[in-house]
C-alpha cells in the first residue's frame, strides 16, 4: 500500500492532533450539567442503578470515544490518498477467449478431494475463471470477451466496467458444432494490438479441431502474448454422427432408418438407440461399441406416417449415463424426404412384352420410358437421365458405349464383342438353373428350378460379385457392385425361355426395380450446424421457380427470419439442432412449406479429447486463478470518506438512542 | 442550552425569577375583594364570625343531659323531664368559642425552585385565606416554617390586619430544609388553642409529608393539607431535559449522577404520582381535607374551590 496523498508522516501528525482534541473534548464532556431538583430523594429513587450497567455506561464513553477516533482516522487516511500496490503495475489490455463449442458442455476433471460435480461442466469451469480473471483487473486495466463457436461474437466489448464485463458471461452456453477459434483468436488479436499491455487468454477444454488447434499454435507463436487455459475432463462421449430416413417406394407407411453411432471414449461403452416420430418410439437398437469404434445401423421397416423422425442415444436400463456425454450428439434429428419416381430406361427392340408389361404394372414410382436399342447410347439424354436402365437387345447386338451407370442386362453375349461389362466364359444349351441365391432381395417370393431355357451364356463372375442364379455351378445370372454402379447381367434371354409365362417373372422384375431403388442413394433432408451453407430448394422438394425469399422458423412459437434465396438456392445457417421449417415467399410455391433437419452430426465437434497437450509449456495459463484485485474502482480515499460519513451517521443514529453516549 | 454550556457542563439556569414583581400588589387586592364577596354569597345563611367548639357550655343550641349535681346552675334543669320522669338532669347547650385560623406556609428550599413559583404561589392562597377569615372576624395566625426557619405571626382580628399579614409574609425568612414533622410539631406547640391549620407546602419530604399532619390531629387540630405542585416538576418530561447530568438537591445533600432518558423522565413522573396520591389516600383516611394545586391554576380558583368543597369554614 503506498500513499499518494499526504505523506505517512503528515497523516500520523493529523491523526495524533485530532486524537488529542479529541480525548480532550470526551474530557471535558465528562464534567456532567448540574441541573437543582426539588426532590432528589424521589430521583435518587427512580434513578438508582446497578454497578454493572454504570460499567456499561463507562464502556459506551469509551465507545463513542473510539468511534470519533475511527473517523479521524478514516479522514486522515483518506487525506493520504492510500492506493494497493497492484494500481502500480502497468495497465494492461486482455481479451479473454471462452470457447463456448458443444465438447465444453462435457464434463470437467475434478480436482482431488473434491467431490464430483456430475452437473459442471467444462464451460463453467472456464467461465468461473474468466470472472476471476474480470475481478483481477486494477482501475487501468481493460478487457473484452469473445465467446468463440461457430459463430463468434464479442460478449462484452473493450471496456475496465468489472459489471458490463460480467454480464457478458451471464447465459452463455455451449452450441453445437466446433468452435472457430481461428476468427475468435484473430479478432481477439485485432482488439488488443496497440493497446497497452495486450494479452489474449483462451480458455477451452483442448478438445478442438484441426483448424482449431492450428489457430491456437499461431496464437501462441505470434507477438502477442496468448496464454491458454484448459478444462479437460474425461473424454467419454458416444454420439450420433449420421442419421437420415427414407420411405420405402412400395410401401409408403415405412421408413427405412440409417444412424451411425460413433464411441469417442477410451472405454468400451453400450448405449440404446431409439427413434421416435412425434413422440412415439418406433425402433430401438442397443449397441456395445469398442473405443474409437462407429457402427452404422440401419433400422428397417418402420411404421411412421410422419416424416419427423428423432434419434436418442440413452443410457440402457440400470446403467449411469455419465459415458453418454454433452448432451447436444445424443440426439438427431430427420425429415423422410419426398420419393421421386425412380427413373427407368428400357432399352429394347420392342419385341418383349412381358417385359414391357411387368414394368408398366410397377405404378406411380417408376417412370418408364422406351429407347430403341441401337440408340441407347450413354449419349442419349433418356439413357443418361435414367437412374436405372434395362437392356434388352433381344436379336439385336449392345449399342456402344454403354453408360456407367445401375443397369440390367438380359443376355448380353447373344453376339462376340459385346461392350457388356460382365464378361463371358462359354455358351451352354439348355442350361438347368439348378441353384439360386434365395435369401438375395431380388429373388425374393421367386423359384426358377424348373424355368426352361433354351441357351445361354456362363458369366465370368469376379470376386464380390453376387451369383443369384448359377446352372450347375456355374454362374448364370450375377450382380457386381462397382464405383461406376451396379450391374445385373442375366445369361439368357427371357424370350427363348419359358420364364415370362411364369408368375415369377413381374415378381422378379418388381424386385430387380425396388432392389436399385433402394440402393440408389436416397437425398438426406438435414444439414450440419455451422457456418452457413447453401442449399437448393428443389433438392427439398420445392419448387424454386419464381421464388426470391423463404421464411425461416425453427420453431412454433419462434419469430420467423426471411433469407433471399438467388437461383433456387438460399443460403441457411443453423446454429442448433432442431427441425427447420422453410415456407416460400413468393413464386410458383408461395405458401409452400417444406422441413429441413438439423444435426450436429460431426464427430470432431463431439470428441472431448484435449488435442492442445503439446502446445509449449510457456503458453499454458497459471492453474490457478488470479487474486482479486483489492479495489477495482478508485481512488480508495472517496471510500475512506464514505466510511468516515457512515460511521458519523452511525453514531448520530446511535446519539438519540443513548447506545453511544 | 447552547453548545458551550453542554460541554462545559454548568448548572442548567433557572427559569425566569425575575417575572416575580409585587407579590401583593393592586390588582391582587382587587381580587381578594372580588373573592371575599363570592366566599360570603357561598356561606349565605350560617352563623357568622362563630366557629362552634366542641364543648358543651353555655351556648344556645342544645346538646345533651347529664345528671343533675350540686352547683349546678338551676336555670339549666330540665323541667320537663323532672316533671315526667322524676329525673334531675341538667340541659347542655354547645358552647360557641371563637377558634383561631392558623395558615402555615413551607418557605423550605424546595418551595422556591425554578424561580421560587411554589412560593410565591402559597403566599398568594395564605393571603386570600387570611383576608377572607379575617373579613369574617376569625382569628387569623400565620406561620412560616422549614427545617430552618420558623417565624409566626400572632393571631389577629379584623379585615384591617390584612396589611401586617402581608408584611409578614413578604418579609419572612426563607430556606432550609423541609422538615414538615417538626414544623408541624412546633405549630402544635405554639397553639394555646387548637383550631383549623392549613398547610400549604410541597410536602417534598418523603418520611414526614404525612406524620406533621397527623401530629396536628393528635393535638386536637383541624389540619387541612393543601399540596403546591408545579406541572414541570410533576411531569419533567415537558422540560426536554436529557443526557448525563448531576442531579443536585436545591435544599443539600449529596449530588447524584444519572443518565436522563425519556424511560426515567416517564419513570420519576410515576413515581412523583404515586408520591401525592399516597400523600392525598392517608389524609382522606384520616378526614384531613387535602387539596392538590398545580401552578397553573390561579390562586383564587383555588380558594373558591376550596370553600365549595368545604372543610376550611363551618
Not at chain 1, 560 to 573: E, F, H, K, S, Y
Request: overall charge negative; aromatic content about 6%.
Amino acid at each position: 500500500m503506498n500513499l499518494a496523498g499526504w505523506s505517512a508522516s503528515a497523516v500520523a501528525t493529523l491523526f495524533a492532533a485530532g486524537a488529542g482534541v479529541i480525548t480532550l473534548l470526551y474530557l471535558l464532556k465528562m464534567r456532567r450539567r448540574e441541573i437543582e431538583v426539588p426532590f432528589a430523594a424521589l430521583w435518587d429513587r427512580v434513578t438508582r442503578v446497578s454497578d454493572a450497567r454504570r460499567i456499561w455506561r463507562r464502556l459506551r464513553r469509551l465507545l463513542s470515544w473510539v468511534i470519533q477516533l475511527l473517523i479521524l482516522s478514516a479522514i486522515a487516511l483518506a487525506l493520504g490518498d492510500p492506493r494497493p500496490d497492484v494500481w502500480l503495475r502497468e495497465p494492461r489490455t486482455l481479451a479473454i477467449v471462452v470457447d463456448r463449442s458443444a465438447s465444453m458442455g462435457g464434463p470437467r476433471a475434478q480436482a482431488e478431494g473434491v467431490a464430483a460435480d456430475v452437473d459442471a461442466s467444462r464451460l463453467d469451469a472456464a467461465l468461473e475463471r474468466a470472472r476471476a480473471e474480470i475481478a483481477a483487473l486494477g482501475p487501468s486495466d481493460r478487457a473484452l470477451i469473445i465467446a468463440a463457436g461457430p459463430e463468434v461474437a464479442t460478449l462484452a466489448p473493450l471496456g475496465r466496467d468489472p459489471s458490463a464485463l460480467l454480464r457478458g458471461l451471464d447465459d452463455l452456453a455451449p452450441t453445437p458444432g466446433e468452435a472457430d477459434l481461428g476468427r475468435a483468436l484473430a479478432l481477439a488479436r485485432n482488439a488488443v494490438d496497440g493497446q497497452a499491455g495486450p494479452q489474449i487468454l483462451l480458455l477451452t477444454d483442448g478438445a478442438v479441431d484441426d483448424a482449431g488447434a492450428k489457430a491456437v499454435r499461431a496464437c501462441v507463436d505470434g507477438p502477442t502474448p496468448c496464454a491458454v487455459a484448459t478444462f479437460a475432463g474425461s473424454p467419454a462421449n458416444l454420439a450420433i454422427t449420421a442419421f437420415a430416413a427414407r420411405r420405402y417406394p412400395s410401401d409408403r407407411e415405412k421408413v427405412e432408418v440409417l444412424a451411425e453411432v460413433v464411441n469417442l471414449g477410451d472405454a468400451p461403452a453400450a448405449v440404446l438407440l431409439e427413434v421416435q416420430a412425434d413422440g412415439l418410439g418406433i425402433g430401438r437398437r442397443e449397441l456395445t461399441l469398442a473405443p474409437g469404434e462407429s457402427k452404422r445401423e440401419i433400422l428397417s421397416e418402420l411404421d411412421a406416417a410422419r416424416s419427423r423422425l428423432v434419434a436418442r442415444l440413452v443410457a440402457p436400463e440400470g446403467a449411469a449415463a455419465g459415458h453418454l456425454g454433452p448432451s447436444a450428439d445424443d440426439v438427431a434429428y430427420a425429415v423422410v424426404p419426398p420419393l421421386r419416381p425412380l427413373e427407368v430406361a428400357l432399352a429394347t427392340d420392342g419385341t418383349d412384352l412381358f417385359l414391357e408389361a411387368a414394368l408398366l404394372i410397377l405404378g406411380d414410382h417408376v417412370n418408364l420410358r422406351g429407347v430403341p436399342i441401337a440408340e441407347a447410347t450413354a449419349d442419349n439424354p433418356a439413357i443418361a437421365g435414367a437412374d436405372l436402365v434395362f437392356y434388352d437387345p433381344g436379336a439385336n447386338p449392345l449399342p456402344t458405349p454403354l453408360p456407367r451407370k445401375d443397369a440390367v442386362f438380359f443376355d448380353p453375349w447373344r453376339f462376340d464383342g459385346s461392350p457388356a461389362p460382365i464378361a463371358k466364359v462359354k455358351e451352354v444349351g439348355r442350361p438347368f438353373l439348378t441353384e439360386q441365391l434365395k435369401d438375395h432381395p431380388i429373388l425374393a417370393h421367386v423359384t426358377l428350378k424348373d424355368v426352361n431355357v433354351s441357351r445361354g451364356t456362363i458369366l465370368d463372375a469376379a470376386p464380390g460379385d453376387e451369383l443369384l442364379i448359377r446352372s450347375l455351378g456355374e454362374p448364370l445370372a450375377v450382380l457386381r457392385q462397382s464405383s461406376e454402379g451396379t450391374t445385373l447381367a442375366f445369361g439368357f434371354d427371357p424370350r427363348q425361355s419359358d420364364l415370362p409365362l411364369r408368375t415369377a417373372f413381374p415378381v422378379l422384375v418388381a424386385n430387380i426395380v425396388d432392389y436399385f431403388e433402394r440402393a440408389t442413394p436416397g437425398f438426406v433432408a438435414a444439414i450440419p450446424v455451422g457456418a452457413r451453407r447453401p442449399i437448393a430448394l428443389a433438392e427439398l422438394g420445392l419448387p424454386a421457380l419464381g421464388v426470391t425469399a423463404v421464411e425461416v422458423r425453427a420453431g412454433e412459437d419462434d419469430a420467423p427470419t426471411i433469407a433471399p434465396v438467388q437461383d433456387g438456392i438460399v443460403r441457411l445457417r443453423a446454429t442448433t439442432p432442431g427441425i427447420l421449417r422453410l415456407r416460400a415467399v413468393d413464386g410458383q410455391s408461395a405458401g409452400a412449406e417444406i422441413a429441413l433437419a438439423v444435426n450436429q452430426a460431426s464427430a470432431a465437434a463431439s470428441d472431448l479429447h484435449d488435442r492442445l497437450g503439446d502446445l509449449p509449456q510457456a503458453a499454458a495459463a497459471p492453474a490457478d486463478a488470479p487474486s482479486p484485485a483489492p479495489l477495482s474502482q478508485g481512488p480508495l480515499w472517496t471510500l475512506l470518506v464514505l466510511v468516515a460519513a457512515g460511521i458519523v451517521a452511525l453514531e448520530w443514529a446511535s446519539y438519540h438512542r443513548r447506545w453511544t453516549v | 442550552m447552547g453548545v458551550f454550556a453542554r460541554l462545559f457542563g454548568t448548572a442548567a439556569p433557572t427559569p425566569a425569577a425575575a417575572a416575580e414583581g409585587e407579590l401583593f400588589d393592586e390588582a391582587f387586592l382587587a381580587r381578594l375583594e372580588l373573592l371575599q364577596v363570592v366566599a360570603r354569597r357561598v356561606f349565605r345563611g350560617r352563623t357568622r364570625a362563630e366557629r362552634k367548639s366542641r364543648k358543651v357550655g353555655s351556648g344556645l343550641e342544645f346538646a345533651d343531659h347529664r345528671e343533675y349535681s350540686p352547683g349546678d346552675d338551676i336555670r339549666n334543669l330540665d323541667w320537663n323531664v323532672l316533671m315526667r320522669l322524676g329525673h334531675t338532669l341538667i340541659r347542655l347547650y354547645e358552647e360557641d368559642e371563637d377558634l383561631p385560623i392558623r395558615i402555615a406556609v413551607d418557605v423550605s428550599a424546595s418551595m422556591q425552585s425554578r424561580g421560587g413559583r411554589k412560593l410565591r404561589y402559597a403566599q398568594q392562597v395564605a393571603a386570600a385565606l387570611a383576608y377572607v377569615g379575617l373579613a369574617n372576624l376569625d382569628r387569623v395566625g400565620l406561620t412560616c416554617m422549614s427545617g430552618k426557619v420558623h417565624a409566626t405571626l400572632p393571631a389577629v382580628r379584623g379585615k384591617g390586619r390584612i396589611f401586617r399579614v402581608f408584611d409578614f409574609l413578604r418579609q419572612a425568612e426563607r430556606g432550609g430544609p423541609t422538615d414538615l414533622r417538626a414544623a408541624c410539631k412546633r405549630v402544635a406547640a405554639e397553639s394555646a388553642q387548637p383550631g383549623l391549620t392549613v398547610i400549604i407546602s410541597d410536602f417534598y419530604d418523603l418520611d414526614g409529608a404525612f406524620d406533621g399532619l397527623n401530629l396536628l390531629r393528635f393535638r386536637k387540630h383541624e389540619p387541612i393539607a393543601i399540596q403546591v405542585l408545579d406541572p414541570l416538576e410533576v411531569r419533567p418530561a415537558m422540560t426536554g431535559l436529557r443526557g448525563d447530568v448531576r442531579l443536585v438537591d436545591c435544599e443539600g445533600g449529596e449530588a447524584a449522577d444519572v443518565t436522563i432518558t425519556p424511560a426515567t423522565l416517564k419513570a420519576y413522573a410515576e413515581a412523583h404520582e404515586r408520591f401525592c396520591e399516597a400523600l392525598a389516600q392517608n389524609c382522606r383516611s384520616r378526614g384531613i381535607p387535602y387539596f392538590r394545586a398545580e401552578l397553573d391554576v390561579p390562586f383564587d380558583e383555588l380558594v373558591l374551590r376550596m370553600f365549595r368543597l368545604g372543610g376550611l369554614l363551618r
